[in-house]
């Protein structure tokens, strides 16, 4: 009986393996076909000339892959132009200056227009201002220009719960702004200073890139959000419209074809199947929230601090 027993787990269990097998089988099969069919929307491998539309999303982050993909679309002579969709409340500071900055690159040598959609605003806002020409609808939001740094402090509420914590720093400032304790004068007073020098740099590109003086941007960058209409009417955007009429732009202004097939850029664009892989498993593990770090130019309606 013993022997048979066992027999009969052996069976059981040479089944169970075989169909874990062929589950397995079956998906890196569909991540293989997933990767190829993504590999071949990346730059490079076109027949003849075209316009590339680049779309923005979500938080802008520090991306050295996007600066990449930018860079080829700079360097590339069968893209004549890219449109730039947009639909991000912002980002970190440093994420937004460095897109603004690949994209300037990619403007010195072709036509580059934005595309506003749902939502561009605060380090959204600031991606578009790369652009030559920026479009939106009516309803769309955008503004909020300006530089925000949060903290929080907790100290109360784990003395509530019975626990203690010591800080041992070479200097009063090191670590400020700290959930672990109260924020004083001289600590708002540098902290403060750090978000006034972004602000600055912030308002000093939508001066050169708008044509304002500085007296009018700052008016315009109190940090409110605008409709698109309002934004029109204010000088940050130059005509209302979608893809459609950036089109148009390109072929009335800039002499491109309106014929020209438009081809969609993958941003996260990488060179093997097996860095795609793993960037998904990490992005399915670390929250990307997590990742937000430094001085944030984002909008952020939903959420209440007070």
Known sequence: MLDSDRLLDRRRLKRQL???????????????????????????????????????????????????LISEI???????????????PGGTMAGSESLFLSL??????????????????????????????????????????GVILQTAEVSKMLENLGI????????????????????DSSGKAASQAVVDDMYDQFVSLLVERRSLTLSEA???ADG?????RQALSNGLVDQEGGQREAIEWLEESQNISRSLPIRDIEVNKVDNLVDW????IRGSIVSRSLALDGLLAVWQPEINYE
């Open 218 to 220: 700052k008016v315009l």
């Open 18 to 68: 075989i169909v874990w097998r062929t589950l397995a089988i079956i998906f890196v099969v569909f991540l293989v076909l997933v990767a190829i069919g993504r590999f071949g929307l990346g730059v490079g491998g076109s027949d003849g000339n075209y316009i590339a539309q680049l779309w923005i999303s979500g938080l802008i982050l520090d991306d050295s892959e996007r600066e990449k």
């Open 224 to 228: 409110r959000i605008y409709t698109g």
């Open 104 to 145: 300037r690159e990619v403007a010195f040598k072709k036509p580059l227009v934005a595309v506003l959609g749902g939502t561009a605003t605060s380090g959204a806002y600031m991606t578009a201002l790369a652009a030559d020409q920026i479009f939106a609808r009516n309803s769309s939001v955008t503004g909020s220009i």
């Open 74 to 88: 700079a360097e590339d002579n069968n893209i004549r132009a890219l449109i730039l969709r947009i639909n991000s």
């Open 277 to 280: 892989l793993m960037s998904k």
């Open 164 to 183: 203690s914590t010591e800080t041992i720093k070479s200097s009063p400032l090191k670590g400020v702004p700290s959930i672990f304790e109260s924020l």
